[in-house]
């Protein structure tokens, strides 16, 4: 097991690494809670905001992650998505090898991913961004791990309908920000990210839920430290 790094308790700002991080998130919410964030990814991010290192996210968390006083990582979903199912396509399980990767650092931890991935997480915790205040479901699991556990905000009914898939958002009806949507600029600021494109967006974990999560482990560790 690679031996941890001890966290400093001196530093302004936490460290975070956040794995497969995609356009920036995750990211984002976790900078609004008081970390400083460093995000790898497979591809090339040009709208990234924060500090980006190209990479395999799995190997840069074996080899680096203890370096770090918290982990987010959210592996491709492509292989539980309805929308694959559909089309037979075969995409590679990433969430074992992820954890495997993140239970070796010592740190602690979050793996996200899509409900259709339930079956494969350990004991998630679910967010809705209707909780947040937005006008989307974008239901999104949680898996933690590293000695550290949060409380979700309460989750509210579903009474606004769904916009289906490639519609204009109607009065009364949720959005459904996915696949070729319509209405970049109003998902932009009903999910809190102007600087993402409609790729980002469409995969993106709204910044509000991850500052949650951020805050929690933050006050968590305060505590622990008092």
């Known amino acids: 097991m690679t031996q941890p790094v001890p966290i400093r308790r001196d530093r302004p700002r936490p460290r975070l690494l956040d794995a497969f991080c995609c356009q920036g998130g995750a990211?984002?919410?976790?900078?609004?809670?008081?970390?400083?964030?460093?995000?790898?990814?497979l591809s090339p991010q040009p709208r990234y905001?924060?500090?980006?290192?190209?990479?395999?996210?799995?190997?840069?968390?074996?080899?680096?992650?203890?370096?770090?006083?918290?982990?987010?990582?959210?592996?491709?979903?492509?292989?539980?998505?309805r929308a694959q199912k559909i089309q037979q396509r075969e995409h590679p399980d990433l969430i074992a090898p992820t954890r495997a990767a993140l239970e070796a650092t010592g740190r602690s931890w979050v793996i996200e991913n899509v409900e259709e991935a339930a079956r494969v997480l350990r004991d998630p915790v679910t967010l809705c961004a209707a909780a947040f205040g937005m006008h989307t479901y974008r239901h999104r699991l949680f898996e933690t791990g590293g000695g550290f556990t949060f409380t979700?905000?309460?989750?509210?009914?579903?009474?606004?309908?769904?916009?289906?898939?490639?519609?204009?958002?109607?009065?009364?009806?949720?959005?459904?920000y996915v696949g070729n949507f319509s209405g970049v600029t109003e998902a932009r600021i009903d999910m809190r990210v102007p600087w993402m494109n409609?790729?980002?967006?469409?995969?993106?974990?709204?910044?509000?839920?991850?500052?949650?999560?951020?805050a929690q482990f933050l006050t968590l560790g305060r505590s622990a430290a008092a």
């Open 152 to 176: 979700p905000p309460p989750h509210p009914p579903h009474r606004a309908p769904l916009t289906k898939m490639g519609r204009p958002r109607a009065d009364g009806y949720f959005a459904h």
């Open 198 to 214: 409609r790729d980002g967006i469409r995969e993106c974990i709204p910044p509000a839920y991850t500052q949650w999560i951020g």
């Open 49 to 81: 905001p924060f500090t980006f290192i190209q990479g395999d996210a799995i190997e840069f968390i074996r080899e680096h992650g203890a370096e770090f006083d918290f982990i987010h990582a959210s592996p491709p979903c492509q292989r539980y998505s």
């Open 27 to 41: 990211s984002m919410g976790y900078v609004h809670a008081g970390f400083d964030v460093t995000g790898v990814d």
